[in-house]
C-alpha cells in the first residue's frame, strides 16, 4: 500500500513565495500532498504551469477521490502561479513567436530548473523523486511541453492540455505555412529522441478557427501534428503517447478538470 486506508486521504496545501533573481520576481507556488504521516513510499512530483487555476480546477477534489479509490501513487504537486508576464514567460525557449511574445521563455525554464526545482528538494527534504511530469494548459501547456523536452534529464512525463501548438513564427497574412509552426520545428530538428512520455488533449469546441479549411479546428490539426513529429522521432502509441479528444470539450479549466484524473492516472496510476 501507498498510504494508510485507515482515515480519509485529505490533500495539504502550503503556499509558498520562490524569490527568482532570473524573473526577478517573487513566484507563488502551491504545494499539494497527502497529509503527513500517510505515505509510505517515494513521491513522485508534478509541475503545473498556472496554478493559479487550481480552485478552478477542483485538482484538490479529484486528488482525494482518485486517492480514495486507490488509483494513484503518492503525488507532490508544485503549481506554479503565472505571473503578469506570462505571454512573455511562457513559450518555446529562444524563440519568440511573430509577435515577439515568449521573449522570457528562456527565464522561465532557467527559473525552473534552476531555482525552483532545488527550491522543491530543499524545502521538501526530497532529493529524489519516482518520476518527474510537467503538465500545463494552453499556452502554458506549450511551455511545460518545451521545457520537458529540452530537459529529459530532469523530467519523464509530460502533460499538455489544449496546448498552444499553433505558436507560430509568421503571421497568417505574411505568407504563413505550417513550416512556421515553433514546437513542430523544434521536435523535428532535435538530433536526438529525449526519453519522455506524453500526454495530450483536446476539445472539439477548444476554438473555431480552421486556418485550412479542412473542417477539422486548429487546436486538433495543430496536436495531431505535433503527434507525427513525434512517432516521426521513434516514439510510438500507446506505449509513449496518449491523446485525449474530448467531445464537446472547451478551451477552458472546466475541460480540462474533467481531464485531470486521466492524466494523473496515466502518469501516477498504480
Known sequence: ??????????????????????????????????????????????????????????????LEN???????????????????????????????????????????????????????????????FESTAFAGFSLGGLSAFDIAWNNPQLFDKVGAFSASFWWRSKDLTKG????????????????????????????TKDEIADRNNNGIIDSIDDTIDIIKELLAKGYHRPADIQYLEMLGGTHDTATWGKAMPKFLCWAFGK
Open 1 to 62: 500500500m501507498y498510504y494508510s486506508t485507515e482515515t480519509e486521504m485529505r490533500i495539504e496545501a502550503q503556499e509558498l513565495i520562490v524569490n527568482s533573481t532570473l524573473l526577478n520576481r517573487d513566484v507563488t507556488c502551491t504545494l499539494l500532498m497527502p497529509e503527513a504521516g500517510t505515505i509510505a513510499e517515494p513521491l513522485n512530483l508534478l509541475l503545473l504551469n498556472d496554478g493559479q487555476e487550481l480552485e478552478a480546477l477542483g485538482l484538490t477534489d479529484t
Open 66 to 128: 482518485l486517492y480514495e479509490r486507490n488509483c494513484l501513487k503518492p503525488l507532490l504537486v508544485a503549481a506554479i502561479h503565472a505571473g503578469e508576464e506570462r505571454l512573455q514567460e511562457y513559450g518555446v525557449a529562444g524563440k519568440p513567436d511573430f509577435k515577439k511574445r515568449g521573449a522570457k521563455a528562456g527565464l522561465y525554464t532557467q527559473f525552473i530548473t534552476k531555482e525552483l526545482l532545488p527550491f522543491i528538494t530543499k524545502h521538501t527534504g526530497i532529493e529524489h
Open 176 to 203: 504563413y505555412t505550417d513550416d512556421d509552426r515553433i514546437m513542430h520545428n523544434v521536435i523535428k530538428g532535435t538530433s536526438n529522441k529525449p526519453a519522455l512520455k506524453f500526454w495530450l488533449q483536446t476539445g
